[in-house]
């Protein structure tokens, strides 16, 4: 049974940092890619970032790219999203998640986690 469990959302102000932690379990977690989605009120899911299983291939929106940085640390089964620059528009729950790959992509994604609340003030 995969379980993703994200920690690190808050409230901040803009211009300021966040760092989101995922820690996962259930299957080898260096077997995979690992992404980074976020859903605002109303609005769809969206893909923010993804690595792949080593780490060393990533992939961003264009919305964050230069300012949110993805990384991971297989020993510790973990998968992090560093967020600088931080914009009213990045207002979000963010939700980590598995893909059924080990090389990074925007879509198939088996397993997500519960979210974490990011609320960025103007």
């Known amino acids: 049974q995969v379980q993703l469990v994200e920690s690190g959302g808050g409230l901040v102000q803009a211009g300021g940092s966040l760092r989101l932690s995922c820690s996962a379990s259930?299957?080898?977690?260096?077997?995979?890619?690992m992404g980074w989605f976020r859903q605002a009120p109303g609005k769809e899911r969206d893909f923010v970032a993804a690595n792949s299983w080593s780490g060393a291939r990533t992939l961003y929106a264009d919305s964050v790219k230069g300012r949110f940085t993805i990384s991971r640390d297989n020993a510790k089964n973990t998968v992090y999203l560093q967020m600088d620059s931080l914009k009213p528009e990045d207002t979000a729950v963010y939700y980590c998640?598995?893909?059924?790959?080990?090389?990074?992509?925007?879509?198939?994604?088996?397993?997500w986690g519960q979210g974490t609340q990011v609320t960025v003030s103007s």
């Open positions: 259930g299957r080898t977690f260096s077997d995979y890619a």
């Open positions: 998640a598995q893909r059924r790959y080990s090389a990074a992509g925007v879509s198939g994604y088996d397993y």
